[in-house]
């Protein structure tokens, strides 16, 4: 058996004091049984504990009081609340370690402790137990439930402690290095919002412009954002030098900062979701003109602007899946196994995704849309292509091309993997609205026409019309 021992002093509390108060409490049990004592933050460097714990040959864990007083303990004290700012550290402390509560607290004139029973190791002594069944499918549940949320915003304020909840949530967020790099700048001033509001209205225009005709009609009927129906917006942002020159893990990848932000903003979303607050993020602003009305210092960006209020409902599919604009991407086209190209779920056999697509095809073709591409392959890009907003380009040059979307890079190696390559940018293509492709190739290389022939097989697997389009060399195999 292994004890965990919950302990709330003051400062300046005798090694002697706590001895006899642990050893009266322990009555009947071993000592030796324990393997950890938890006080609250603060408290670490207290001689009595320190000596305390040295004796029992255990180890020392600190807790926020901001964690504690969240514990439902079965004997709260507004004393120990006033002291410490939690109505209990000694119970707390074990019930958020995950022990069972087997001895309540006890008190001497300056301290107190609750005792506590670690879960037994599993049988092999490897794996630490997963939650039991029904919180897991809560786990489960939240993160499928999470939506999204543009519309059906109601008039109700976010309470203060909900809304400290979610921001919690948020900021105990994994970071690169512990650095920790978000802020959360609550926005509740109407007249900043408005400023951001025609900020996002601009960068809708402009999409909307950069649209083929028939993508645009339909774009013109989706919500974008939230911003003026929500009590709140949140602008989450990042400090990319947080920490300074030596944060643990951060060197070889610097993305990695921004990478923890956005993690903040997902675990944010989650507790949103769970406390029944809709969020929607809004990404249709340039950063740095956000970071501007918002005053933001020059060296944090924007990450992400999240419009947050309570709703009339949560939708169980994503907005952009129920109004046709794109369909969710299957699992199993997404999971490689050992190397890139083997897909296959686990324990699955991997196979190539061709072979795999006729099967798996199936569920995406009721998803198909009516846009039509116009999909140019070539060895480089002409840029002359790029202004009609009907083309996606794909390069199969070595040579990756500046960052335009309307290029899309892929390299293939060889003419299998260029077959391959073709398949899935049909099927992506797909999973974003698109009904029909014309394919035309302007290169001569064995890739191009492998990668076209790709693409109409892909086509071909989830429903969709592919038209041979006369370009600069035609594929004379397909
Ligand atoms: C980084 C990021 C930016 C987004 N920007 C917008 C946006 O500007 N407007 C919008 O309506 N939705 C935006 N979304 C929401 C996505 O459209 C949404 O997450 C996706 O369609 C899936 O729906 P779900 O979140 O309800 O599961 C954004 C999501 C992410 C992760």
């Not at 005709?213 to 003026?228: C, H, M, N, T, Y």
Request: aromatic share 4%; hydrophobic share 45%; net charge negative.
């Amino acid at each position: 058996m292994s004890l965990l021992l919950g302990i709330g002093l003051r400062s300046g509390t005798s090694y002697r004091e706590l001895r006899d108060l642990v050893e009266t409490a322990l009555a009947g049990l071993d000592p030796r049984d324990v393997v950890q004592v938890v006080t609250v933050d603060g408290k670490e460097a207290e001689p009595g504990l320190q000596r305390l714990v040295a004796s029992l040959g255990a180890e020392l864990f600190t807790a926020p009081a901001l964690e504690l007083s969240q514990q439902p303990v079965p004997t709260p004290s507004e004393q120990v609340e006033r002291l410490t700012g939690t109505p209990s550290v000694a119970e707390a402390a074990v019930i958020l370690s995950g022990a069972e509560l087997v001895v309540r607290k006890q008190r001497s004139a300056r301290a107190t402790v609750a005792i506590g029973r670690l879960p037994e190791p599993t049988e092999d002594h490897t794996a630490a137990p997963g939650y039991p069944l029904a919180e897991r499918e809560t786990v489960h549940r939240v993160l499928a439930e999470r939506r999204d949320v543009r519309r059906g915003f109601i008039d109700q304020p976010i309470a203060d402690d909900v809304l400290t909840r979610v921001l919690e949530s948020a900021h105990r967020a994994p970071s690169v290095g512990l650095s920790q790099p978000w802020d959360f700048v609550l926005i509740r001033d109407i007249a900043t919002r408005r400023k951001v509001h025609d900020l996002a209205t601009a960068q809708r225009d402009a999409f909307a412009a950069s649209l083929p005709a028939d993508r645009r009609s339909k774009f013109d009927g989706l919500k974008i954002e939230a911003i003026l129906d929500t009590p709140l917006n949140i602008a989450v942002t990042c400090d990319p030098g947080r920490g300074g020159r030596h944060v643990l893990g951060r060197h070889a990848d610097p993305r990695t900062t921004w990478f923890s932000a956005a993690i903040a903003i997902q675990n944010l979303w989650l507790a949103a979701r769970a406390e029944g607050l809709g969020v929607g993020w809004v990404s249709f602003f340039e950063p740095g003109e956000v970071a501007a009305v918002l005053d933001l210092p020059a060296q944090v960006e924007l990450v992400g602007y999240l419009c947050v209020g309570h709703v009339e409902e949560f939708a169980a599919a994503p907005e952009l899946v129920r109004s046709g604009w794109a369909a969710r991407r299957p699992l199993s086209w997404a999971v490689h196994q050992e190397a890139w190209g083997r897909r296959g779920l686990p324990g699955e056999p991997p196979s190539q995704v061709i072979v795999q697509d006729a099967v798996r095809a199936e569920g995406v073709a009721k998803h198909v849309g009516a846009q039509v591409v116009h999909l140019v392959v070539v060895d480089a890009v002409q840029p002359e292509l790029l202004e009609r907003p009907e083309v996606l380009v794909v390069q199969v040059g070595a040579e990756k091309p500046a960052a335009d979307f309307g290029v899309l890079w892929r390299p293939a190696r060889s003419a299998d993997e260029a077959v391959e390559l073709g398949v899935e940018v049909a099927r992506d293509l797909v999973l974003q609205g698109v009904g029909e492709i014309h394919v035309e190739v302007v290169a001569d290389s064995e890739v191009s026409q492998s990668l076209a022939r790709g693409v109409r097989l892909g086509g071909l697997a989830c429903g969709i019309t592919c038209v041979d389009e006369p370009g600069g060399v035609r594929d004379s195999s397909a």
